[in-house]
């Protein structure tokens, strides 16, 4: 085989393999409650990363109304132990 074809099969093979691991998941697909309901709302909170770490970490506070529309106007309270 000519150096230069197997040169690019091998970037080639090397480069798909590369995007394919770049898109990978690596956060978990399940979230980390379970959807708990407040009134007519239904309340979901996640963090990333999960579980939290010491250092940043990011909450996720998903509130949904009747026929799964946005809930507007919440407080939400965070509290550290």
Not at 4 to 17: A, E, N, P, Q
Not at 51 to 69: I, K, Y
Request: proline share 9%.
């Amino acid at each position: 085989m000519n150096p230069v074809k197997k040169s690019f099969w091998v970037i080639l093979g090397g480069g798909t393999l590369f995007f394919l691991s770049a898109c990978g998941k690596t956060e978990p697909s399940l979230p980390d409650t379970t959807s708990q309901t407040w009134n007519d709302w239904t309340v979901r909170v996640e963090s990333r990363p999960s579980p939290p770490r010491d250092g940043m970490n990011e909450f996720l506070v998903m509130v949904t109304g009747a026929h799964d529309r946005p809930g507007s106007h919440c407080l939400v309270d965070i509290r550290t132990a």
